[in-house]
């Protein structure tokens, strides 16, 4: 009689707790969707908004795709990053950035340029370009010995600072010469349009708050859902995280694109990559009183794999006058790739050997010879090349 009562008590509280596991999965998977909703409508309105301003204040859009936008939509990466390098989790602080960084550049221009072929303006291969190879050689510098320390930290933060303030006082300048130009042209700019500014950045503010709450819906949710399957910190931060941290951009790049503001996408990615080494792993770094850890395996594999994504993008930025559709494709496949290879790594899976000789000898050097014999075909940029992308 008792084995029979412990038994049917046991089965109870096995399907009880089933059960429970079951509606917790279930209340993950609709914040995921909720989330998802949420960066979605935010993302639409932080790009009317900041396309409005523009606009109104004469600003280029690249400047506000490189300010406003890309900075807002980093914000996630932010909060991430700095509450988990204060609860003691570095892993997720570190992987989290670099994760969204080659998350930017593969999956979001390569999926932008899908929809459209985007455009590659002066302003990036001059300057901010080459400042995101820059601050992606530092970070790998400062990395190297498994430690970002708080002067490291300052040194980083510091040029986030320098590089907004140059952003900004080229915008002024450049909005002082494009009014003239209106006015002379058209005379005085109509007051309509300085009438709904108080509007429009009621939008980015409203767009960026809801970007940030619906990003940590995802992020949170997803996390609990990988954790449920016992995946670690690194790989969670790299992959999940730094996708759902990252889906502001997404949604931001996208909508830019889909409504013709192909430059506010471009920037939007290239200076979310700036903002999130220079400030995202800088504040982490500054913040925590022994620095910020880097683990040997972000040292030996990721970061490498973020700074050559970052580094490809010169040549072509350099040769092309956009990212054509095959080229958005390619970098579709190269970040699939680069995800099975951790899934593979995170599982210790017998395969990894072989998909690892794969990768080195046949999938990298096919797409070092696509991109060679385009970039031959092309050959190098003229400077009085048209920015405008055909369709």
């Known amino acids: 009689m008792t084995d029979r009562t412990g038994g049917c008590c046991s089965d109870v509280i096995s399907n009880s707790y089933t059960l429970l596991e079951s509606c917790t999965m279930l209340l993950s998977l609709s914040l995921l969707v909720a989330g998802l909703v949420l960066l979605v409508f935010g993302a639409e309105i932080l790009v009317k908004g900041a396309s409005h301003l523009?606009?109104?204040?004469?600003?280029?859009?690249?400047?506000?795709?490189l300010t406003v936008v890309a900075f807002g939509t980093s914000a996630p990466?932010?909060?991430?990053?700095?509450?988990?390098?204060?609860?003691?989790?570095?892993?997720?602080a570190v992987g989290n950035v670099i994760g969204s960084n080659i998350f930017n550049v593969l999956f979001i221009l390569g999926g932008a340029a899908l929809i459209?072929?985007?455009?590659?303006?002066?302003?990036?291969?001059?300057?901010?370009?080459?400042?995101?190879?820059?601050?992606?050689?530092?970070?790998?510098?400062?990395?190297?010995?498994g430690l970002l320390t708080r002067w490291e930290g300052a040194v980083l933060f510091s040029g986030i600072v320098a590089y907004t303030l140059g952003l900004l006082i080229k915008g002024r300048r450049e909005t002082k010469q494009l009014e003239a130009e209106y006015e002379a042209e058209f005379g005085s700019r109509p007051e309509v349009e300085r009438q709904r500014i108080p509007l429009?950045?009621?939008?980015?503010?409203?767009?960026?708050?809801?970007?940030?709450?619906?990003?940590?819906?995802?992020?949170?949710?997803?996390?609990?859902?990988?954790?449920?399957?016992?995946?670690?910190?690194?790989?969670i931060a790299l992959t999940i995280v730094a996708a759902g941290t990252s889906l502001p951009e997404v949604a931001t790049s996208f909508v830019a694109t889909y409504r013709g503001e192909r430059d506010v996408a471009v920037g939007n990615v290239v200076g979310s990559?700036?903002?999130?080494?220079?400030?995202?792993?800088?504040?982490?770094?500054?913040?925590?009183?022994?620095?910020?850890?880097?683990?040997?395996d972000a040292v030996l594999v990721d970061i490498p794999v973020m700074l050559a994504v970052t580094i490809a993008c010169v040549p072509v930025f350099l040769t092309r006058t956009s990212i054509d559709r095959w080229e958005g494709a390619l970098m579709l496949v190269c970040y699939i790739a680069y995800v099975m290879y951790l899934i593979l790594d995170a599982h210790a899976d017998e395969r990894l050997p072989t998909y690892q000789h794969w990768m080195m000898h046949a999938f990298l050097p096919g797409v070092l010879m696509l991109l060679t014999a385009s970039l031959l075909k092309d050959g190098w940029r003229g400077a009085d090349a048209s920015s405008t992308p055909t369709a």
Request: aromatic residues 6%; charged residues 10%.
């Open 54 to 65: 523009a606009t109104a204040a004469g600003v280029p859009a690249l400047i506000v795709g």
């Open 77 to 92: 990466e932010l909060a991430v990053s700095v509450r988990s390098t204060l609860y003691g989790e570095p892993d997720i």
């Open 116 to 145: 459209a072929p985007l455009a590659i303006s002066a302003q990036l291969i001059k300057v901010d370009v080459p400042l995101m190879v820059a601050t992606s050689i530092l970070l790998y510098l400062f990395g190297r010995d």
């Open 200 to 235: 429009n950045i009621f939008l980015v503010i409203g767009g960026v708050a809801l970007l940030v709450f619906g990003a940590r819906l995802l992020t949170n949710s997803a996390v609990d859902i990988a954790r449920a399957l016992n995946v670690s910190d690194l790989v």
């Open 273 to 296: 990559n700036v903002f999130n080494i220079l400030s995202v792993l800088g504040a982490s770094a500054f913040v925590s009183p022994i620095g910020l850890p880097v683990s040997s």
